[in-house]
DNA sequence: ACACTCCAAGAAATCGGTTTCGTCAATAGT
DNA sequence: ACTATTGACGAAACCGATTTCTTGGAGTGT
């Protein structure tokens, strides 16, 4: 490969004018040509380690997600590809596995690596993120909380997981049940919660919610398939669920069409979006949650905070969008 | 950051002394611990970058492909990550969106950051990789075939279009339609080239394969779709499908379901995987093209290069597995 | 006891850019 | 006409590792 040198050579400069053409700083017109000229010719492009090194940082940022087979979370890729593409910046796109110690080596990496911030979707709520931060690296928290003092940019989970029930409610199931993950994570805690409230004020259990009728589970297909299972083998059944994630959703509707049922008839309301639904997208009560523009937003934060903005930390939240599903034609 | 040179500062000895501690080199005992005190006491990590620029390597290993939402390149991705992780190297996905200019650009992004090798599902036949096979950086083709003379990692197309079709008699179908994507890329064509083998062979037309039972289409969800619908717009409609990828699948699957039709009524076989089918996986034909295997191959064939092996180019060609769907229950 | 081998470890070069510093010439100001 | 200012541009330092070269001291053989 090329190298400054020998473009400088070549064009009868020193290497640091070569430098200074392909940086805009002035040089004199008859020298750029010369030197435009010879890196044409020789094929020249600046090497980016080099540059880095100098620099002390490069246009590369860091996204960190749980699972890219996860379409919430390569839609959110997507976002921040989006944005960070229009500023010159490019992404890496690192799988954490919501494992801690993946988390952690891959933060130590975009450390070393001298890039330029961290799109961070947490696997826990103390990641150590200090290398970065002691280095003036900006990190940004998306889809889930921190403990740390970190923009960060989320979902309202609790209306989310309140919009999907009233759906139901106003659809006019009256047994509306819950696919919830498993416990201790905030996000599927927070959109049950809601599901709680609206169940507990709407729900013909006079307030009372009865536990059956929550489920946990992992938050995979496979549990959301366990769960529905479970709920339809209740003495008695609900007659509509609310699923606090997409993956749950699509396990929970594929039991119901193996059973026989088809929405309409069995109320489905997923906190997520269903991209690939074999069944007409609009069968389904969906609360879009805006997994690309968290990641828009996520990277604009990221790009301001690496342009110099030093203002305090922001959260910012989103809400989701709900589409009523088709409501239950006996009920109507 | 902590430096080598700090590090040999506080332990006493020279930068070169610090470097061969790191790497394994000869050095005494004691002046071993002395340094491994001083880098755990400064926490000291070393600068990838620095390293980098003086290996003239890295261990990243670039992923070029058209579409991180489409959940078969995830796979893929997913079978790369986990393959190069376990030799110690990361992986950097990068969205092409099957255009040439972007590819172009991420592969001299793949030259200047001096990543080990790159692994490509190329847009296009005859992308300029020139840049990285000069500097004798290793290149894999995935999914699609170059004009160029290096390692591929390809799916037997035409016999996956075959197996569809035969799946589709086999169960007892006769009017066998197939939903393609646009002519002129590879991929499709071929399974198309399999359907039309198949149904000239065992359809009711005598040799003869009624030319509006191909659609082209898109190859996304939408044109699927339009496909689908189309189809059963006809005077003498088919009695089942074939698609030539996944997304094309659910869009027919929509139209299908929004017909009020399911499955096993009509015909669905589909290239492809539908891992968020909201119908039971066992409803439809589904001919499993091993994405996650395509990635963990081609990562060996990457890993082995990177290593120095020097071979010939060759060209591996993987076999999709079948999984038959339900039988429709009249023509038993 | 002396020459020779061997090995640990420091000094310095190297990778390829960017940037500071200093020089020299051209232009402006009085 | 002579000094002050500006601007282009080359020389050299710098970023932080790795590696070659070199040196000095310990160990071995006769």
Redesign the interface.
Known sequence: ?ATIYEVAALAGVSPATVSRVLNGAAVSPEKVRLVRDAAEQL?F??????R??RNQT?ELIALLIPD??N?FF??L??GV?DRAQSAGF??????TDDDPAKETR?L??A????MAGVILAPSSEDGDIR?LT??NRPVVAVDRNTGLNIDSVMVDNRAAGIAATSALFDAGYSRVACIAGPLGLEWTEERSLGWRQVVSRRGDGDGVVRPEYIQHANYR?DGGRAAMAALLALDNPPDAVVTTN??MG?GA??VL??AGI?PPEFGVAVVGD????????D??TQVHLPARHLGTTAANMLLERIAGDTQPARTVVLRAALTQGATPAVRR
Chains 1, 2 share one sequence.
């Not at 450390?111 to 001298?114: D, G, K, L, V």
């Not at 269903?274 to 997208?281: E, H, K, N, V």
């Open positions: 490969m094929n492009t600046p090497n980016r380690t080099a880095r090194l490069s890219v087979e379409p390569t839609a890729a997507r590809e490019s992404v890496v796109l690192c799988n891959y130590d990496i450390n070393s690596e001298n290398h002691d280095r297909v997409n993956l699509v509707l594929q069409s193996e088809t269903l991209p690939f639904s074999t069944l007409s997208p069968a389904i």
